[in-house]
Every structure is written in C-alpha cells, then in structure tokens.
T-cell receptor, first 114, second 117 residues
C-alpha cells in the first residue's frame, strides 16, 4: 500500500493564481482531512470529508475549496492564491471518525505564494 | 474549544539518555484521546503513541511512554535510550470522542528535539 500520497510536493505560485492539490489514499478510508502547517504553529484543519461526496469546513477554511468526488481522492483548491496561504499542506485519512482511529498523513506539499 | 500547549520550543538530549517532552491541554470534556506525533525532516507525520483519557494506565510503546495526569491536564512523553533517529519535531495532539468536526486533531505548536551523539 502506498498509504496517503500528495501531488505535487512543491509549488510556487504568484498572487492571484489558482491551483489544486491532490490527495489520494488506498486504504479505503471514509474520512479525509486537509491541514496546513505554519512556522511556530501546529497543524490546523482547513476542510474535511466524512465520506464520498461530502465536505465540511474546519477551523481555517477561508480561501480554500475542496471536493471529494471519489472516495480515494480529496482535492484542495486555491482559487486566487494569496501570500498568507504560503504554508505546508498535509492531507490525512482515517478509517472512520472515531477518535481511536489513527489518522494517516501524507508527506505534505510545500506551497509558496509570491 | 480545546487547546494544546507545548511551552518548550526546543530540547536536546544526549544519545542513550532519557528525555521528557511536556504538553498541557485544556478541555471541558471528560473523555477524549491524546496523541504524540513525530515529524522528522522528511515531514512525514508519524503516530508515536496515544492515550485514552478514561484509561488510568499510562500508554507505552517500546522506548516511548507517557505520563498522563488527567486532573492536571498534563500529557508528557518520555523517550528512553534516545537514538539519533529520534531527532525530529514532536507534536502533542488532542481529539474529542465526538465525530464530525470534532474528529479533527488539535495540535500544539511542537517541540524540536535534537539528539547529541
């Protein structure tokens, strides 16, 4: 199993450009999450999904959109990138939303917005 | 809302020695889960250990153990016989027993651990 994979690993954008980050998991997990990690801070939840076709807002959703058209994929979109969105983005998945279920993380995407 | 505090930004330990990383949290819930995650330079987040709040016994995983003090809302990680591969950033995290939005992990700011050979 590849686990959780993220594409791309690095990206540089100019302010106002758009892009989509792809997360894929091969563990048949129901729940998927997008977090961002900024220097001096822990990971913060952007959006999450409790199953195919569902999405919901996390604690820092502004400026992002997500889609979960297939169970194994969770896409994070930036419609008009801003320098404040410079961050490392992590995708995670878990079998269910139960607290004992481990969240498995992808390797992260480092995004720089100039 | 729950908060997780890791007040020590950096720590250093001699190889083969023991080190304890501190974490405190704030919650009004009586049942919850606590986790320690390791993030090496590769950035891959790896679960180190987890503790269920309603269990009195402290969790252990090989060289890693926790000191869970529920009343004090403290959850420290002890690494015994430290190895060079333990050098990483360590995050303490909280998770509610509820699902949906509360299934998210609330992370502390992390602590960078260096291991001296």
């Amino acid at each position: 199993n590849a686990g959780v994979t993220q594409t791309p690993k690095f990206r540089v954008l100019k302010t106002g450009q758009s892009m989509t980050l792809l997360c894929a998991q091969d563990m048949n997990h129901e729940y998927m999450y997008w977090y961002r990690q900024d220097p001096g801070m822990g990971l913060r939840l952007i959006h999450y999904s409790v199953g195919e076709g569902t999405t919901a807002k996390g604690e820092v959703p502004d400026g992002y959109n997500v889609s979960r058209l297939k169970k194994q994929n969770f896409l994070l979109g930036l419609e008009s990138a801003a320098p404040s969105q410079t961050s490392v983005y992590f995708c995670a998945s878990s079998e269910t939303g139960g607290p004992y279920n481990e969240q498995f993380f992808g390797p992260g995407t480092r995004l720089t917005v100039l | 809302a729950q908060t997780v505090t890791q007040s020590q930004p950096e720590m250093s330990v001699q190889e083969a020695e023991t080190v304890t990383l501190s974490c405190t949290y704030d919650t009004s819930e009586s049942d919850y889960y606590l986790f320690w995650y390791k993030q090496p330079p590769s950035r891959q987040m790896i679960l180190v250990i987890r503790q269920e709040a309603y269990k009195q016994q402290n969790a252990t995983e090989n060289r890693f153990s926790v000191n869970f003090q529920k009343a004090a809302k403290s959850f420290s990680l002890k690494i015994s016989d430290s190895q060079l591969g333990d050098a990483a950033m360590y995050f303490c995290a909280y998770r509610s027993v509820n699902t949906g939005a509360n299934s998210k992990l609330t992370f502390g700011k992390g602590i960078t651990l260096s291991v001296r050979p």
